[in-house]
């Protein structure tokens, strides 16, 4: 079946630095991949929607300037949180949809990435 | 290895009824549970979030009841109306960063 991989799974760094995570497609092209957030017993919440090839549509409250999204390819999208914070300690996961043209293609998730700001 | 599985996977209604949409998971060992609403072409709208040690969310017409012993989810529709029409997931989580295992969804029409 469908794997979407999320790399790495789990950061550990300090207040000020920039942390890149990666969602990959590992055997069907994603046209669009979704990042979401969820912090400690919420819900998981949607952050942003990312096409290939354009720019991400954030959720209202998300920074742009703060999470920077990246879908260059089909498969291959990034999340940059940059100068982060402790605030920004969370659980992001993010999902991946292929079949351009198909919108009711399921959603395949990765399985995550803890981070963790000191 | 946590499976979950939702019944029905369709469902089609008409405007106003009150309607049940059941979640089973393998394993009672959870986290929490949470259903997720997915409109066509669009991310996943969180619901309701059941932690492990609650019975049951309420959220307008929306509730949601967790029997972790038995291991099952029911989602409680009231008064359903056209705008309600989309694919409701489930999804537990085994502990705090783990993975989701979600179920395979319901497909919700309701007719106006």
């Known amino acids: 079946g469908a794997v979407v991989s999320q790399h790495p799974s789990r950061v550990i760094c300090k207040s000020g630095t920039s942390v890149k995570i990666e969602c990959r497609s590992l055997d069907f092209q994603a046209t669009t991949m979704f990042w979401y957030r969820q912090f400690p017993k919420q819900s998981l919440m949607l952050m942003a929607t990312s096409n290939e090839g354009s720019k991400a549509t954030y959720e209202q409250g998300v920074e742009k300037d703060k999470f920077l999204i990246n879908h260059a390819s089909l498969t291959l999208s990034t999340l940059t949180v940059t100068s982060a914070h402790p605030e920004d300690s969370s659980f992001y996961i993010c999902?991946?949809?292929?079949?351009?043209?198909?919108?009711?293609?399921?959603?395949?998730f990765g399985d995550g990435t803890r981070l963790s700001i000191l | 290895k946590q499976e979950v599985t939702q019944i029905p996977a369709a469902l089609s209604v008409p405007e106003g009824e009150n309607l049940v949409l059941n979640c089973s998971f393998t394993?009672?060992?959870?986290?929490?549970l949470q259903w997720f609403r997915q409109d066509p072409g669009k991310g996943l709208t969180s619901l309701l979030l059941?932690?492990?040690?609650?019975r049951e969310q309420t959220s307008g017409r929306l509730n949601a009841s967790l029997d972790k012993s038995s291991g099952r989810s029911t989602l409680y529709i009231a008064a359903s109306q056209p705008g309600d029409s989309a694919t409701y997931l489930c999804a537990v989580v085994l502990g705090y960063g783990q993975n989701f295992v979600f179920g395979p969804g319901t497909r919700l029409s309701v007719l106006p």
């Open positions: 059941i932690q492990s040690s609650q």
């Open positions: 999902s991946a949809r292929g079949g351009q043209g198909f919108r009711n293609q399921p959603q395949h």
């Open positions: 394993d009672s060992a959870i986290y929490n």
